[in-house]
């Protein structure tokens, strides 16, 4: 059997059987465990849902089409790029810089108080990472672009939370002196969740390989939008991507937007969306434990969460995080003059700076954090 055939499928649970603990070890152990995909599907989520998701990756394609004085004042260079607006900061495998994704970088800890923009600074003044306050786009702007964020992500990480508690059941039964509720705990205290709001956009003629590869390993493994990495938090949890061909629908702003008061504004229209991608071949794809390339969809009405290197150091390696890419669609399979651009969201659970993750050892999520920050040089 080829070692890129799709023959997993990933592990769907309901929402409410996170709720009533209805979610057996065996199944956690499927999900994430040392023969897993390492990501979880959870169906049946709360009725608004599905507009949150839709409204938000919309507003994700009128963001990436601001005019660029407007993007560049989103930005926030001393926390590299990891508040507000990032473009062409990362690198690819080639060394040149990523210009085929943007990125808007949003600071949870309003989940914990409404009031909060970013984790203090007083304990951690050199880490802008995560202490810079959110840069939002103004209102007048966006109109809504803000409180639907804020929504969506606390929707997810509520969902987190609900998954976290599972994890905590199962390791509280399998690994020695493993804190009761301990993740659960994490995700719903951490002022450090971070989510990634991201624009993948249409891909131009020439930017990525069109010819027909020699195999279907090649073909899994053309990590040409975004490449192969493993998430450095707990659980990440992820919405369906959404494709929108910007030329039958343009981004573009009303032009009543700039000049309508504040308080009389009303949220952007949701872009008209394809079915899929216009490339079956493109999407997100996960090198699964047994060595395999497998592609993942998530279905529009559901959340995935994938694990992360915190948890696998947490759980002592019993959860591993899951090396994953995305791939962007064959130019050659473009449909004439289309332009279709992904967006999609993450929101990276994540413990509070000062929590300790490693206790043989005495590690800080922040020591581990500024690791990965270098890491990846940042």
Not at 137 to 144: D, I, K
Request: charged share 20%.
């Amino acid at each position: 059997m080829s070692s890129t055939q799709r023959s997993q499928e990933a592990v769907t649970v309901t929402l409410n059987d996170l709720k009533q603990n209805n979610i057996s070890f065996e199944t956690l152990d499927s999900a994430f465990g040392p023969s897993s995909l390492g990501i979880l599907i959870v169906h049946d989520l709360p009725p608004d849902f599905i507009d949150l998701r839709m409204r938000l990756l919309s507003y994700a394609s009128y963001l990436a089409n601001l005019p660029p004085d407007e993007l560049d004042s989103l930005t926030c260079p001393s926390s590299k790029y990891l508040v507000g607006w990032s473009h062409g900061v990362e690198t690819l495998k080639s060394n040149h810089p990523d210009t085929l994704k943007g990125s808007f970088y949003v600071n949870c800890a309003f989940y914990h108080s409404p009031d909060l923009q970013s984790a203090p600074a007083s304990s951690h003044p050199n880490f802008p990472e995560y202490t810079a306050p959110n840069i939002w786009p103004p209102e007048h702007l966006l109109p809504g672009f803000r409180a639907t964020f804020e929504e969506l992500c606390a929707l997810i990480i509520d969902t987190a939370a609900l998954v976290a508690r599972a994890c905590d059941r199962y390791a509280s039964a399998n690994i020695e002196g493993y804190e009761e509720g301990y993740l659960e705990r994490v995700v719903k205290t951490s002022l450090t969740t971070k989510a990634r709001l991201l624009h993948y956009f249409p891909p131009e003629p020439g930017i990525a390989s069109s010819a027909k590869p020699s195999s279907l390993q090649s073909e899994a493994d053309n990590d040409s939008w975004c490449a192969t990495h493993v998430d450095h938090g707990c659980l990440t949890g992820l919405t369906s991507a959404l494709y929108i061909n910007e030329s039958a629908s343009p981004p573009l702003l009303p032009c009543t937007t700039v000049n309508t008061p504040p308080e009389s504004k009303t949220l952007l229209s949701p872009l008209a969306t394809l079915p899929s991608s216009p490339d079956p071949l493109a999407g997100l794809y996960i090198h699964s434990r047994n060595s395999r390339t497998t592609k993942v969809t998530i279905p529009p009405d559901c959340l995935a969460f994938q694990t992360g290197e915190t948890l696998e150091i947490i759980t002592q390696g019993r959860f591993r995080a899951v090396p994953h890419f995305v791939r962007g669609p064959r130019p050659s399979m473009s449909n004439g003059d289309a332009k279709v651009a992904r967006n999609t969201l993450a929101v990276f659970t994540q413990p509070n700076l000062e929590e300790i993750i490693d206790r043989d050892v005495g590690t800080t999520f922040a020591e581990f954090a500024r690791g990965v920050v270098r890491r990846h040089g940042q």
